[in-house]
């Protein structure tokens, strides 16, 4: 059994979760999590959308980011302090009006830094619309809380 039930993964994207209002806003939704890995959905709404429909790369970037502490905290098999050290994201097409899911997998967790890819999808489709390569800091314990970025 993993770190996370769906439960628990979609608790931590909720207000009172760890993570700050703005991905709060996001709506995110836990589809899967586990050993393998995480999957999230981002729900189309207009306030993510560029006129014409098309979701915006920020709100992608800001999925990837938050998909990709989840698959390391559950590769972990605990909650870490985390910081992102980078993410590359490749953009191949765009999603117009559509949820974007999104797949992670943490490929390698070492002791003080951690690598993972995620996929991006429309809803529906096999085909990436885009692929994030992600590295983290893993702090030691006791350098700082998992906690929401409102609260000091």
Not at 1 to 14: I, P
Not at 67 to 83: P, Q, S
Not at 118 to 147: E, H, K, M, R, Y
């Amino acid at each position: 059994m993993g770190f996370f039930t769906l439960e628990t993964a979609q608790a931590q994207l909720l207000p009172g979760g760890n993570f700050g209002p703005w991905i709060w806003d996001l709506e995110l939704k836990a589809e899967q999590v586990g050993p393998g890995g995480v999957r999230l959905r981002l729900p189309y709404s207009d306030r993510i959308a560029r006129p014409g429909g098309v979701v915006i790369g920020q709100a992608m970037m800001a999925m990837a980011d938050t998909i990709m502490v989840l698959a390391i905290c559950e590769k972990l098999g605990r909650f870490a302090t985390l910081a992102t050290i980078s993410q590359t994201t490749n953009f191949l097409r765009a999603a117009v009006r559509q949820d974007v899911t999104a797949a992670a997998r943490a490929v390698k967790v070492g002791r003080t830094t951690a690598f993972g890819e995620v996929d991006l999808f429309v809803d529906g489709s096999l085909d990436p619309i885009a692929q994030v390569l992600s590295t983290f800091a893993v702090l030691p314990d006791g350098a700082g809380a998992f906690n929401r970025a409102d609260q000091r």
